[in-house]
């Protein structure tokens, strides 16, 4: 009978160890599929408020003032002799062509050197009012490329 009772106290503790085993895989099934759920929505998220709107100046004007909050990227060129700063102002002001359409542009800060290169790609980020100046908050230089093609009369 000793014998039993040890078979019988065997039997349900390894029915009890499976039933925990079960309990904890269930739980942590639950923890990784939340983990994984919350992981994706930040990754999707983040990707989101990185994503930039990247438009030409002709674009930018055909559209509405942009979003509360929302940045757009505009690229163009600068129209010569269109800069502009106030003496002792950090302001500046000028426009930008894509060779069509013009837009006049503000920036307040410190301009890089290349922008003033005629053959420089500006791109700025930043909000566009429809009617207004667009409102640069960033300023990028596309370096001119070193290799200009020759004119076909050379």
């Keep these: 009978m000793d014998q039993e009772n040890v078979e019988g106290n065997l039997d349900s503790s390894t029915s009890g160890n499976q039933g925990l085993l079960t309990a904890n895989r269930g739980k942590f099934l639950i923890a990784a599929i939340v983990l994984i759920s919350s992981l ?5 998220m983040a990707f989101q408020s ?8 002709g674009e930018i004007n ?15 060129k600068l129209v ?3 800069f502009h700063r106030s003496e002792g102002s950090t302001v500046a002001h000028f ?4 060779g069509e359409y013009v837009m006049d542009a ?18 700025l980020e930043g909000v566009h009012h429809t009617e207004k100046e667009f ?3 960033n300023v990028i230089v596309k370096c001119p490329s ?4 020759l004119s076909e009369s050379e």
Excluded: C, M, W
């Design 80 to 82: 010569p002799d269109s």
């Design 62 to 76: 055909r559209e509405a003032s942009t979003q509360e909050g929302r940045i757009v990227r505009v690229s163009g």
């Design 146 to 149: 070193k290799y200009v093609a």
């Design 40 to 44: 994706t929505y930040f990754a999707f």
């Design 106 to 123: 503000k920036h307040n800060g410190v301009l890089p050197d290349l922008f003033f290169n005629e053959h420089s790609e500006i791109i």
């Design 135 to 137: 409102d640069s908050q």
């Design 95 to 98: 426009s930008l062509t894509d």
């Design 50 to 57: 990185a994503t930039v709107y990247y438009y030409t100046v």
